[in-house]
T-cell receptor
């Protein structure tokens, strides 16, 4: 009963480096999301996906890329890391549309990323 | 676009007392869902309670209840008999019922709740 699994939990990057944050869910959810949470702030949507092969930008997509080749996986790619990308990153999933919209979104444990 | 506002960055309550956290939102939609999430120091996001906008009855979950005022676009969370384990950051969140934009959740900036023994 894993739910949403994110790796790694912590990471320090140097400016200009790249990395991929992994996210996988085992609930057969169609919808997946990437959020970032800056200190003392709420969560802001980076990218989302409504199904395999379909992704779209959220509020703060600059500096990030995503892909969704399978229902289970939704990796987030950071290219040319910048100090402004220092944040906690959350992956989430939910069932999708219709009556299931009132159901909760399930979140991973988060990745704390520091760019120095 | 919808916005969610939590005007209380920090709140404190004595153990066993009652506290109310405020949330207002702005939307032009008539059908939507509202949620309160709890984030303890572990960072895990935990759903506390949910409310469907078409329901007039306020949702309750054990010690947690909401005061949903649709006309005022207000959605406050009341925690009764506060316990030390309730200490956390609380987020109010909005989700459209239209299914647009991936049915995203829009979050407020959070209220840090401290429970004093």
């Amino acid at each position: 009963n894993a739910g949403v699994t994110q790796t790694p939990k912590f990471r320090i990057l140097k400016i200009g480096q790249s990395m991929t944050l992994q996210c996988t869910q085992d609930m057969n959810h169609n919808y997946m999301y990437w959020y970032r949470q800056d200190p003392g702030m709420g969560l802001k949507l980076i990218y989302y996906s409504v199904g395999a092969g379909i992704t779209d930008k959220g509020e703060v997509p600059n500096g990030y890329n995503v892909s969704r080749s399978t229902t289970e996986d939704f990796p987030l790619r950071l290219e040319l890391a910048a100090p402004s990308q220092t944040s906690v990153y959350f992956c989430a999933s939910s069932k999708g549309q219709g009556a299931s919209l009132n159901t909760e979104a399930f979140f991973g444990q988060g990745t704390r990323l520091t760019v120095v | 676009a919808q916005t969610v506002t939590q005007s209380q960055p920090e709140m404190s309550v004595q153990e066993a007392e009652t506290v109310t956290l405020s949330c207002t939102y702005d939307t032009s939609e008539s059908d939507y869902y509202l949620f309160w999430y709890k984030q303890p120091p572990s960072r895990q996001m935990i759903l506390v309670i949910r409310q469907e906008a078409y329901k007039q009855q306020n949702a309750t979950e054990n010690r947690f209840s909401v005061n949903f005022q649709k006309a005022a676009k207000s959605f406050s969370l009341k925690i009764s008999d506060s316990q030390l384990g309730d200490a956390a950051m609380y987020f109010c969140a909005y989700r459209s019922a239209l299914g647009t934009s991936g049915s995203r959740l829009t979050f407020g900036e959070g209220t840090q709740l401290t429970v004093n023994p």
